[in-house]
């Protein structure tokens, strides 16, 4: 693989998607497309990704590599101005990740509301990489607050609550990735988006996370706010499931 030094690669002036694939097929590829599109319209990139680039590419590696389709998992798909990368990639999450359910934590690094790029699924993902990292405690995941101290995202994720059956989730302008998984919700399910601060989420029954890889994720925990119900969180998991990965 032979890879240029573009503004992509060396300051982070790209694009990527990660898709899960289910029997080999992208799960909601035409969205992915559509915002990975988007960023690169952004960046000024002179590309534009189709479905007959994707599903060739994972044609060819089915039929000339000889690739297992069970043992396809998920694709990543990384674009700058002089590459265009596909690979597949590992889906690390697992059946007991659902049964246990994720505990979250603040991030220490504040989201930046302002930045055009928190609003496209940029390679320029150091602040993501390192909120976990610097962590120390055993979450699963971190959360980021914004300049204002709205709750906007986690660093793989996008965050719900559900306070009396009611879905809730930050508004998009609080500063985060308008997430696929948190696209379906909104779509087909009544979720208000709002702002929600720290002291708001011991006033909520429950709380999941989302990303494309993991689907929907129960949440047991947020900082020392424990989640004992998960009543909408199942019917959402099951919803998602039936509707792209039965």
Known sequence: ?????????????????????????????????????????????????????????????????????PNLHAMKIMVSSKNTIFKFRNNLYSENDYQ?????SYSNILRNETSPLVYHKTINFGDNFLAKKLVDDDSDEVIFLNTKGEICEGSLSNIFFVKESQIYTPKLCCGLLPGIVRRFLMTHLHVKET????????????????????????????????????????????????????
């Open 100 to 104: 246990k359910g994720f505990k979250l």
């Open 195 to 246: 702002s929600i601060y720290p002291k708001d989420i011991y006033q909520m029954d429950e709380c999941f996370i989302t990303n494309s890889l993991m689907g929907i994720m129960p949440v047991i925990s947020f900082e020392d706010k424990q989640y004992f119900d998960n009543t909408i969180t199942k019917k959402c998991m099951k919803f998602y499931f039936d509707y792209n990965l039965k």
């Open 1 to 69: 693989m032979n890879i240029e030094l573009d503004d992509g690669y060396q300051f982070g002036l790209g694009a990527f998607e990660t898709i899960c694939l289910k029997e080999g097929k992208p799960i909601l590829l035409n969205w992915h497309l559509k915002r990975l599109n988007s960023a690169l319209k952004f960046f000024n990139i002179k590309k534009e990704l189709s479905e007959k680039d994707v599903l060739g590419w994972l044609e060819t590696q089915l039929l000339v590599n000889k690739i297992s389709i």
